[in-house]
């Protein structure tokens, strides 16, 4: 015999919500902890594909290159010198064009700089809040080196597992490229 209702059973509909549920609680909580990770993945490839062209830019030509690193802005840009000094005896940058990057790259404003170490000195606490540091550099010069970097930065967006949210890159000066670690370093631990 046929019935005469048509569709499905609410018993039907309690285990299919049952299974998407039990779906969720999986994929979720795994998608949410990837965002941020390849987040920081693209974020650690920009800056080093940034350095790298800096780095062959100065062998090709010869002059010093700046990695220029905005905090107040959160960009990072490239600049070339071009005149050895101005007649206040500074050296001259210019902004470098990219292909990849419009003029500057800008980083996600979730990651928040804690410390920048160049060549062993803290550049944000060495200044006080008042007289804030906004603008840190550090250069690649045409030999083929770089200057001691460290970046130590939190993802505040990362809120599962507060120790996973500690990120440190720090630049290799001989092959100059920013290794990552998952924990923040400083010139004493490397």
Known sequence: MHSLHSGFS???L???IAIIALVGLVVVPNYSKRVPL???REFYESLNALVQQAFFRALQTGHVHKILCNLKERTVTLEEQVIAADKDGKPVFVTVPLSYFAKKYKWPEYFEIKQFYVEGVEEISKHNPEN???DIWFFIVPEGM???VIINFVDTRDTFNSSE???SLVLNPFRVQFQMYEEFKNPNTI
Request: glycine residues 0%; proline residues 0%.
């Open 38 to 40: 390849a987040e920081r």
């Open 10 to 12: 609410f018993l039907q």
């Open 14 to 16: 309690v285990i299919v």
């Open 132 to 134: 804030a540091m906004e």
């Open 165 to 167: 949210n500690q990120i």
């Open 146 to 148: 770089a200057q001691e």
